[in-house]
């Protein structure tokens, strides 16, 4: 058992690049496309593709949920996403797409034992996971099983990403930052630059008054880099959310998650590869490169 949180943020760093090709590859987008939806920009799909699991989730729910987009943003999308497919059929999709995506990515390696093993671990450690107070991890646990252990080790990826997810935005409230705040202060850490975040949908206007906020409290300066103060609450931020993610890997044991590290190496090295992946991202995507080991 492995009592270190900084073992859960690497395994983010070392799973995450094999779940999100998904977001970036043409079989996905094809098959958004053939469900009905505009594939000129990404968001329409997105928030059918994120939030299917919940059902026919509201503006409100989607917005709580996913947290760092303006509910403006999401009322563009949701519940107008609804009324191009029913949940039941963007996740039938959405494994269509994946099934797609990774032969593409694969070839040949998809019928390799050590993806039915990364498999068979990366559920039990999603199996593993307390979904309690985690809305977006509960509903994908929830979903039936694949067969395909592709398909499978993707789906527990996505259980695990959500998890963390859930614990991160307990830890932004628990730091009171609120939406447009919490990207803000990211920025001005130079965890990403503001221009990364422009999807999210916050004007001008709003992202100033953030960045006033974060000011008053003494965590940004006159130029909008992170004081100490601000620095410091960000690492609290990234620690918590560390120690809120260690559950399933605790639970999986040391050895074994790194037994998974090792199995999907593989298929990291594949991701990053395939051209898929933008080199500037707000996945934690290419700060650490390293598998975890």
């Not at 999986?252 to 991701?271: F, H, I, K, S």
Request: with cysteine; charged share 25%; net charge negative.
């Amino acid at each position: 058992m492995t009592n270190d949180p900084g073992f859960a943020r690497r395994m983010w760093h070392q799973l995450e690049p094999v779940h999100a090709p998904f977001w970036y590859a043409d079989e996905v987008t094809e098959e958004a496309a053939a469900l009905g939806y505009p594939v000129a920009g990404r968001w329409p799909s997105y928030f059918a593709w994120r939030s299917a699991p919940l059902g026919e989730a509201s503006p409100e729910l989607v917005a709580a949920t996913f947290y760092s987009f303006s509910p403006r943003t999401v009322s563009e999308h949701v519940p107008a996403a609804w009324a191009v497919a029913a949940p039941g059929k963007v996740l039938d999709a959405r494994l269509r797409a994946v099934d797609r995506m990774y032969r593409s990515l694969l070839g040949d390696r998809l019928g390799d034992p050590a993806i039915a093993e990364a498999a068979a671990l990366a559920r039990e450690a999603a199996e593993a996971a307390d979904t309690a107070g985690r809305p977006l991890a509960a509903a994908n646990a929830a979903l039936p099983w694949p067969d395909e252990p592709h398909l499978v080790l993707w789906q527990a990826i996505g259980v695990l990403r959500e998890h963390r997810g859930d614990g991160h935005v307990a830890a932004l409230v628990t730091a009171r930052l609120d939406p447009c705040e919490a990207l803000v202060s990211m920025a001005a850490i130079g965890g990403a630059p503001r221009e990364a975040f422009a999807g999210r949908g916050w004007t001008g206007g709003e992202w100033d008054a953030a960045r006033d906020r974060l000011a008053a409290r003494g965590l940004v300066g006159p130029d909008g880099t992170a004081t100490e103060r601000g620095r410091l609450l960000r690492e609290d931020i990234e620690r918590l959310t560390d120690d809120l993610a260690i559950g399933p890997w605790q639970a999986l044991g040391a050895g074994r998650a790194e037994r998974l590290a090792e199995l999907t190496t593989p298929l990291l090295v594949a991701a990053l590869e395939s051209g898929l992946l933008p080199a500037t991202n707000t996945l934690g995507i290419g700060r650490v490169q390293a598998p975890a080991r």
